[in-house]
Structures are given as C-alpha cells and as structure tokens.
C-alpha cells in the first residue's frame, strides 16, 4: 500500500529525488518521534538532556532504519549483517556528532535544547541519508517501488 502511494506520487521524478523524497519521508516520522520522546524524557521524567536526547535517538535510529528496510529498500538484495553493522556505525557517528552539537547549542550558544536538537537533526540527517546510500543501501540495493538500482 505505501509503496503503490510512492509510486504514483513520484513516478515522473528523477530516481535520485524520488528517493530523497521518500526517504526524507521516513525522516520526518523518525523525527516527530525523536522530539516527542525528548520532550517526554525532559519533561515528565526530568531527564539531562544529553540523556534524554540519547535515548531518544537511538530509539528514532531504529525506527527509522526498520522503516526504511520495509518501506523503501528491498532486503532481499542487502546482506544483513554488513547492513546492520554499518546501521550501527552510522548511528554511532551521529550520536556523537547529536551530543556535540547540542552541547554547543545549548550550552554556548544558549539554544532552547528543543530547537537545538531540530536544528542539528537537520545536519544528522544529510549525514546518515549520504552514508546510508553509501554503506548499506549502495550499489546492492534496490529501490522496492521502482525495482532500479540505487
């Protein structure tokens, strides 16, 4: 169902764009789940921040990563254990790159965590969609709405 929705939506975009659309789809849910969990933590639980937004994006990471597995990439043509390892080198990159963002932000900058947090998602993003394709999702995988190769 989700796929047929893609396919009609996107069918006269070029692969490239149609891909990014999609998956800057799957993003934006992750995110909506990454700030809804952050401000839950932070502020019913009374949670550090940088705690909070740790565990809200692990948790984002593999929603996201699950839904890109069933949604958007064939698994048929990703070998799972280098996907999931290169999954989780990836997050880890951005995780780090998330705590040093937002500590600067907030911090030194003296950014609102929330805003802080949706601005550096915005740069984590780009990073993880680039390494994605390039890690997991690259010469091997398959687009499964289009059934062309990435």
Do not use: Q
């Not at 502020?43 to 929603?63: C, D, E, G, K, P």
């Not at 969609?129 to 190769?149: A, H, N, P, Q, W």
């Amino acid at each position: 169902m989700v796929s047929s929705i893609f396919s009609t939506l996107y069918s006269r975009l070029p692969i490239r764009v149609a891909r990014l659309a999609r998956y800057t789809i799957f993003g934006v849910c992750s995110v909506v789940f990454d700030l809804a969990l952050l401000f839950y933590l932070i502020s019913n639980l009374h949670v550090h921040y940088l705690v909070a937004a740790s565990f809200a994006f692990i948790a984002s990471s593999v929603l996201h990563y699950a839904l890109l597995r069933k949604f958007l990439f064939s698994g048929d043509h990703i070998d799972d254990l280098k996907g999931g390892l290169s999954f989780v080198a990836i997050s880890l990159f951005g995780l780090l790159l998330l705590l040093t963002l937002l500590a600067f932000l907030v911090e030194i900058a003296h950014v609102h965590y929330f805003w802080a947090r949706l601005f550096a998602g915005i740069f984590i993003g780009l990073f993880s969609y680039v390494m994605s394709l390039r890690l997991i999702f690259g010469k091997k995988g398959y687009c499964k709405d289009t059934e062309k190769m990435l």
